[in-house]
T-cell receptor
């Protein structure tokens, strides 16, 4: 089912440490996944994406891992900084041939960075 | 690139009045726009999907006559909350996407408070 409307899990990390945020997605047909960062009072901001034909993708200080066998997605943030404090959402979608298909958002994880 | 704006950013209105929220894609043409609602510390809940020039597709449980969506051009979509009531108070976020590209780009959100 859709993972919306649940309470936010939280993660606290020390500044400089690495953060790992996990996400279980719901649809085995999903073939495109995105991580978004949402700061308080703002809209979600695109961080990184990955397609189902990959199992790892790296960006600047961030890495996304995809395990299709167990329908699991993770976001790794290296050397976490105070500015990384936010709510992180994973999102899944299945790319249709004739229309844009909706994106399903996970419940989100609140990341707090301890200075 | 891929900037989406929303106006207003914050609105307070009296119960029974209607409120219009605008969503604009500033530097790209958005063939599809999405409207989400978000409660505090919760995930994004998709309300409706609108394709330029077509009627919006509403999610189950979202009242079409209550939340009027218009996507008249490739850069503008509007959400009108009709006869607003206190329970409509929420954070409304739009996103925009271009056909052929799966990534949605989000606006900054509009905080609606109905007194």
């Amino acid at each position: 089912g859709e993972s919306v409307g649940l309470h936010l899990p939280t993660l606290s990390v020390q500044e400089g440490d690495n953060s790992i945020i996990n996400c279980a997605y719901s649809n085995s047909a999903s073939d495109y996944f995105i991580w978004y960062k949402q700061e308080s009072g703002k809209g979600p901001q695109f961080i990184i994406d990955i397609r189902s034909n990959m199992d790892k993708r790296q960006g600047q200080r961030v890495t996304v891992l995809l395990n299709k066998t167990v329908k699991h997605l993770s976001l790794q943030i290296a050397a976490t900084q105070p500015g990384d404090s936010a709510v992180y959402f994973c999102a899944e979608t299945w790319t249709g041939k004739t229309s844009y298909d909706k994106v399903i958002f996970g419940p989100g994880t609140s990341l707090s960075v301890i200075p | 690139g891929a900037v989406v704006s929303q106006h207003p950013s914050r609105v307070i209105c009296k119960s029974g009045t209607s409120v219009k929220i605008e969503c604009r894609s500033l530097d790209f043409q958005a063939t599809t726009m999405f409207w989400y609602r978000q409660f505090p510390k919760k995930s994004l809940m998709l309300m409706a999907t609108s394709n330029e020039g077509s009627k919006a597709t509403y999610e189950q449980g979202v009242e079409k006559d209550k939340f009027l969506i218009n996507h008249a051009s490739l850069t503008l979509s509007t959400l009108t909350v009709t006869s607003a009531h206190p329970e409509d108070s929420s954070f409304y976020i739009c996103s925009a996407a271009t056909r052929g590209q799966e990534t949605q780009y989000f606006g900054p959100g509009t905080r609606l408070l109905v007194l």
